[in-house]
């Protein structure tokens, strides 16, 4: 059974460009997560979609938003970047909703310059 | 109160010794505590998880022991091998949500 696929693996952009990192959860499960992951503040919570439905949202301004299609693939896009926003960006698929068993994707690595 | 306290920040261990690394929350909501383990480049990949009905889970040389009064839990690796050299999470989550609350993370190295 495939893992998690995250792409693209790396990225660069600049400041006040825009970018949309994808995840393909893995086959049969339909709950995605997406974390911030930095040296300083280290692994955040940025948002859960199980059905295509939003169900929790971490703490990040309104410029960090994603969404969940029919397929359960997931996208999470960035607006306005700030030099901050550089980060290691993971996705985790779980099966079902809930505190179950959940798998990380490699991440896709952001640069903003 | 949602936070997850980890510690050591670093440990050094010994080819074949106990690697133990703690960690401590204070929301009482928190029923699921899975640790996850992270090379350089890659995603965190779960080792083994908890709920607060059992007081320890042991799978292959990763045990993971709880003390629900206490709002602790830690992961012990025994007869710790230099390929576990990495970086370990402890995390926590609540009922019904998948959001998980990581801890700062541990970076084990394993000395031959």
């Known amino acids: 059974k495939a893992g998690v696929t995250q792409t693209p693996r790396y990225l660069i952009k600049t400041r006040g460009q825009q970018v949309t990192l994808s995840c393909s959860p893995i086959?049969?499960?339909?709950?995605v997560s997406w974390y911030q992951q930095t040296p300083g503040q280290g692994l955040q919570f940025l948002f859960e979609?199980?059905?295509?439905?939003?169900?929790n949202k971490g703490n990040f301004p309104g410029r960090f938003s994603g969404r969940q299609f029919s397929n359960s693939r997931s996208e999470m896009n960035v607006s306005t970047l700030e030099l901050g926003d550089s980060a290691l960006y993971l996705c985790?698929?779980?099966?079902?909703?809930?505190?179950?068993?959940?798998?990380f994707g490699q991440g896709t690595r952001l640069t903003v310059v | 109160q949602q936070q997850v306290k980890q510690s050591p920040q670093s440990l050094i261990v010994q080819k074949g010794g106990i690697s133990i690394i703690n960690c401590a929350y204070e929301?009482?909501?928190?029923?699921?505590f899975p640790w996850y383990q992270q090379f350089p480049g890659k995603g965190p990949a779960l080792l083994i998880a908890?709920?607060?009905?059992?007081s320890e889970k042991k799978e292959g040389r990763f045990t993971i022991s709880f003390n629900k009064s206490a709002k602790q839990f830690s992961l012990h690796i025994m007869d710790s091998q230099p390929g576990d050299s990495a970086t370990y999470f402890c995390?926590?989550?609540?009922?019904?949500?998948?959001?998980?609350?990581f801890g700062q993370g541990t970076r084990l190295t394993i000395n031959p």
């Open positions: 985790a698929s779980s099966a079902q909703k809930g505190n179950t068993e959940a798998f």
């Open positions: 086959s049969g499960h339909r709950s």
């Open positions: 979609y199980f059905s295509e439905t939003q169900r």
């Open positions: 929301n009482t909501a928190f029923d699921y």
């Open positions: 908890i709920r607060p009905d059992v």
């Open positions: 995390a926590a989550s609540m009922e019904g949500a998948q959001k998980l609350v």
